[in-house]
């Protein structure tokens, strides 16, 4: 299928009548159908039970006398609160510790972490590189994933500090818990659905304090249980967040992810128009010693030359160390040719930065990219056209939107979450005249 020519704004392309498809592959998996209705919640479990008033001896004459009137029903001992759980002595010989259910699905790592928060990460990977931590009799990696009924070898540990630490409760400003709750897309009582702003990290880092997933902390409950994000979305990008309630959701959720069992859609402005208008985007991604041979052309615009940023993906081979396939089907909604043009994309597989950097190897960068923003001097007419060059008024944010999601959702239905636009996109979409409402042709993409 090719773009038509147009000189202004110009409709995307229609719904294709029955038993048509515009893209050439063809099969893969049904989609599921939409049944899931956000407004429903679980009932709760009902209110709990007040403990039985124990037996006990007649008092003494002078002790009835201060007894509460005869009309007063006797109150019932308050419940003992359940304390927090706390985190195992350091073993001093070798243990085999099996995993529970409740456990199946997490990572190595944070099993450790968990049972004893105190352990230092150096350390963990050191023991696990000798061999000293086993699964199954097995040597294993601090990034593996743990199953139920799999057996830990765990040696003597060193802990970083000798006193047991004291974990802090974590409270959350109101003005973040006000956030949570109308960023909230969706919520029963096992998962929730956040649609992540423009700007705000999902996890911390080098000098990343305030972040989704601190917040999460900060909803733990008593007995330690606390919300755990499903998966990522770069700072920059917006749209639909998945958090599960609980581990053993957690654990559910992520085996569909990794079994691509979930449908994901995207929707980005990219630089001028992609030809053909719908395709499939096969690559090999990997961190590597360069994008080419100038690892400088992942510096942002305003860091100095040569600067080298470890984070961007590059272009791999086949057979390359740590490359990676990657597929994405992307299909042109609308477009203002030859200047930019609406993108809907469904990745397949889920690497690091796989969308931004497959739009910029086939030559259309998302707008407002600071890694990915392609290899363009200052003479290229992309920037000096009036035609081709990116209007003033639209905001240098990424233009990149977690648009829609849809899963089984392991407590039964199916589950489907549309995030709205954010606001610099929105006001993109209203400068160009694009219409959210129109129909989105990658829909028709092949699964796979």
Request: glycine share 8%; aromatic share 4%.
């Amino acid at each position: 299928m090719t773009a038509k020519k147009t000189s202004g704004p110009s409709r995307g392309p229609r719904k294709p009548g029955p038993g048509k498809s515009p893209f050439r592959a063809s099969g893969g998996r049904k989609r599921p159908a939409r049944s899931m209705n956000p407004d429903a919640r679980q009932p709760d479990d009902g209110e709990p039970r007040r403990a039985p008033v124990p037996k006990s001896r007649p008092a003494p004459a002078r002790e009835q006398a201060r007894a509460a009137p005869p009309d007063q029903a006797p109150r019932a001992p308050r419940p003992e609160k359940k304390s927090a759980a706390k985190a195992e002595p350091a073993p001093v010989a070798v243990q085999a510790i099996a995993i529970t259910g409740d456990e199946d699905g997490m990572r190595l790592d944070r099993w450790f972490r968990r049972r004893w928060p105190a352990i230092g990460l150096s350390h963990l990977n050191k023991i696990c590189r000798k061999g000293e931590v086993r699964v199954d009799g097995k040597r294993v990696e601090a990034s593996d994933r743990l199953k139920a009924g799999n057996v830990v070898r765990v040696p003597p540990l060193k802990i970083e500090v000798e006193a047991p630490a004291v974990k802090r409760a974590v409270e959350i400003s109101p003005a973040d818990a006000k956030l949570i709750r109308d960023i909230t897309l969706f919520e029963d009582r096992k998962l929730m659905v956040l649609n992540k702003p423009w700007g705000l990290a999902v996890q911390g880092g080098s000098g990343t304090t305030r972040h989704i997933d601190g917040m999460l902390q900060a909803m733990a409950e008593e007995m330690g249980e606390r919300p755990v994000l499903v998966h990522r979305l770069d700072r920059d990008t917006s749209g639909v967040l998945l958090i599960a309630k609980t581990r053993k959701m957690a654990a559910d959720l992520g085996e569909l992810f990794r079994s691509r069992q979930t449908q994901k859609i995207y929707w980005s402005i990219v630089q001028g128009v992609p030809k053909p208008s719908q395709g499939r985007i096969s690559l090999f991604l990997a961190k590597g010693a360069a994008m080419g041979d100038d690892r400088s052309r992942g510096r942002r615009p305003d860091e100095e030359p040569g600067r080298i940023d470890p984070e961007k993906m590059r272009i791999a081979k086949h057979g390359d160390a740590d490359a990676q396939h990657s597929v994405t089907f992307y299909a042109t909604v609308d477009k203002v040719a030859p200047r930019l043009a609406w993108l809907s994309m469904k990745p397949i597989t889920g690497r690091t930065h796989q969308l931004r950097a497959h739009a910029e190897a086939i030559g259309h960068p998302i707008i407002g990219d600071p890694k990915y923003h392609g290899d363009m001097a200052q003479n290229d007419p992309r920037l000096t056209d009036p035609m081709r060059a990116i209007p003033k008024e639209v905001e240098r944010k990424l233009h990149l939107l977690a648009r829609r999601l849809v899963l089984p959702n392991p407590s039964g239905g199916i589950l489907d979450v549309t995030a709205p636009l954010p606001p610099h996109m929105k006001k993109t979409f209203a400068l160009f005249g694009f219409d959210e409402k129109q129909y989105d042709p990658i829909e028709d993409a092949p699964e796979e």
